[in-house]
């Protein structure tokens, strides 16, 4: 297995290695937005799994990954063509990453009965450097279309492909028109002004130490048309990357918070019924680089509470529309690319996954009772940096699979979610019937006693007792008759 550790060299604007001759012994990985260089290096813990909390639905190794050589800049999760099943849909980048990479293509996997096909069978016709991909229904017709944020150090304009009968069209439909042109980092389709219609942010910056600031842009949608040239932009050029939506205040219109960089504080826009005010309304007071943003209500409170990619990860709990922190990452090193909310143990309320992009980690973090682990719940070592992630039920048995992308070969990897076992299923078959039963009846005793009878192991005792009082009694018989399939 080949080994590897992350160390940060460079974060630094546009750094480029010194070259092949300086590079040969070593692979050196540049971000999508050009900002953080890392070298490779090697680590035992490369390619493992650490499970701290078992309610974490995911095992010990991908279940599916590709084989292509690519750099991803952003990855969703969607019916792509109609049939009922989850595609995957990826955006390449380019960057000066040492060896360097041949193609960054933008692609969809297609999902062909539970399994992702094993080469893409969508590939873009165009090839230019997409920091991120987002899926939305922007033009108004019943097929999903696919925006992709682009730009790199040609700043190449964002497109659209639009959607089909079969998926989206391989060329660009629509491309955007920036006014002096833009690096786009991030892209958020969403119904700012309630009219019924998409409109799409972009996070953005330059692409040179002379010219490294831009500011957040809208393109407002009229009736399924997309405007090129924004019409919104924020009173404050910087760098942005992340962008999320949702209504801190509670006046009923969802506001805008903002990932930034270095010497920018990261932020919320709020939404004057429509309109996004072009100055923050809450900013963090920290001028430290953040990367990736996230709104959910974790706490149960009904006020959405906001997640950041900071050193470390923290969350500000929101009370009617304060904002505190009130949790903050006990893990041992941070370098984020992005961050999601997802329920990935299906318990009711919303976890948090985050990947790293300088050590290649996965990190999710169980919400239980309102309060996430401090420390990961559950954490992937991935051999490659880190750049992506997103969640979807892939093999269709109902539960949200991991979907994870790196820089390197594979560049896109699955875990799938492995559902816990019903309560009942005994002999771990995945269903509870009669084998299941002959067990339980084995161990049945009807009264408080809390040693297995003879000929009931000590296992096969603690899977009979389903309600964890120590005896397997008739409240075990309850549960098990409710979950018996026969």
Request: hydrophobic fraction near 35%.
């Amino acid at each position: 297995m080949r080994l590897h550790r992350m160390l940060v060299i460079a974060v630094a604007l546009f750094w480029s290695p010194a070259g092949p001759a300086d590079a040969q012994e070593q692979a050196i990985e540049v971000s999508d937005d050009g900002l953080e260089v890392v070298v490779v290096r090697e680590s035992e813990t490369d390619g493992t799994v650490t499970v701290r909390d078992r309610s974490v639905p995911y095992g010990t190794a991908p279940d599916w990954e590709n084989s292509l050589r690519r750099q991803v800049g952003g990855l969703q999760a969607a019916d792509m063509n109609g049939d009922g099943r989850i595609d995957v849909v990826v955006g390449c980048y380019i960057s000066d990453s040492y060896p360097p990479y041949t193609d960054w293509e933008n692609l969809i996997y297609f999902n062909t009965g539970g399994q992702l096909e094993s080469s893409p069978s969508w590939v873009s016709t165009d090839e230019v450097s997409t920091g991120d991909i987002q899926v939305a229904y922007i033009n108004q017709d019943s097929f999903p279309d696919v925006f992709a944020a682009n730009g790199g150090y040609s700043m190449s304009p964002s497109v659209i492909y639009w959607g089909g009968l079969t998926g989206p069209s391989t060329s660009p439909g629509w491309t955007s028109a920036e006014p002096g042109l833009a690096w786009n980092n991030y892209a958020k389709p969403f119904d700012i002004d309630h009219d019924g219609d998409i409109d799409v942010v972009t996070a953005n910056q330059g692409n040179s130490p002379t010219d490294p600031h831009r500011p957040i842009y809208v393109f407002y949608n009229n009736s399924g048309v997309l405007a090129t040239v924004p019409s919104w932009q924020s009173a404050e050029v910087s760098i942005q990357n992340c962008l999320d939506f949702a209504d801190f205040d509670g006046d009923g219109w969802e506001d805008l918070a903002v990932s930034k960089w270095a010497n920018f504080e990261s932020c919320v826009y709020k939404n004057g019924k429509g309109g996004l005010q072009t100055t923050p309304v809450w900013t963090t007071g920290d001028t430290d680089s953040d990367k990736g943003v996230g709104w959910a209500d974790v706490d149960g409170n009904n006020w959405p509470d906001l997640a950041l990619g900071h050193d470390p990860t923290l969350l500000y709990g929101n009370t009617a529309g304060t904002l505190t922190v009130t949790w903050s990452s006990a893990a041992t090193y941070f370098g984020h690319n992005e961050l999601r909310f997802h329920d990935v143990d299906m318990d009711g309320d919303k976890d948090l996954a985050e990947v790293h992009f300088s050590n290649g980690k996965v990190h999710i973090y169980l919400n239980n009772n309102g309060v996430l682990d401090s420390a990961p719940s559950w954490t992937y070592d991935s051999p490659t940096v880190g750049t992506a992630i997103a969640f979807g039920d892939i093999n269709g048995n109902g539960w949200p699979d991991l979907i994870v992308g790196n820089s390197g070969e594979p560049c896109v990897k699955v875990f799938y979610a492995q559902p816990p076992a019903p309560s009942g299923d005994i002999d771990g078959d995945g269903d509870v019937d009669l084998n299941d039963f002959a067990t339980f009846a084995l161990c049945f005793h009807g009264a408080a006693i809390t040693v297995p009878p003879a000929g009931c192991t000590d296992t096969q005792f603690e899977s009979s007792d389903m309600d964890g009082d120590g005896d397997v009694d008739l409240g075990d018989f309850a549960t098990f008759a409710l979950n018996f399939t026969g």
